[in-house]
Nanobody
Framework: QVQLVESGGGLVQAGGSLRLSCAAS????????MGWFRQGPGKEREFVAAIGWSYGSTDYADSVKGRFTVSRDNAKNTMWLQQNSLKPEDTAVYYC?????????????????WGQGTQVAVSS
């Protein structure tokens, strides 16, 4: 089992920044990738970013490229999402997730463990 805990959400004005954290515990040795997803009001959960746990390769949704940066520290079992130039449409609950597999990291079905989510609200 892997446990994930997100933190760092909050209320920010458009153009501002936030840094989300996701701390992993438990059988972290089995993690192959981690990702961020979000679910806005009345919307389905969508992919935001992912990072390979061993080599640190990254992937982003087109909507956040150039504004968000995903990173991780294997020794601390922690992943971050630096969010810059935030827009009102970024308002959502952000979830971190861990995958034990090796492909398909843009799909929520590829992830085996999920955190409880952290709220990000961006005012215009």
């Amino acid at each position: 089992q892997v446990q994930l805990v997100e933190s760092g959400g909050g209320l920010v004005q458009a153009g501002g920044s936030l840094r989300l954290s996701c701390a992993a515990s438990g059988r972290t040795v089995s993690i192959r990738a981690m990702g961020w997803f979000r679910q806005g009001p009345g919307k389905e959960r969508e992919f935001v970013a992912a990072i390979g746990w061993s080599y640190g390769s990254t992937d982003y949704a087109d909507s956040v490229k150039g504004r968000f940066t995903v990173s991780r520290d294997n020794a601390k079992n922690t992943m971050w999402l630096q969010q810059n130039s935030l827009k009102p449409e970024d308002t959502a609950v952000y979830y971190c997730a861990a995958s034990l597999g090796s492909t398909g990291f843009k799909s929520s079905s590829s992830y085996h463990y999920w955190g409880q989510g952290t709220q990000v609200a961006v005012s215009s």
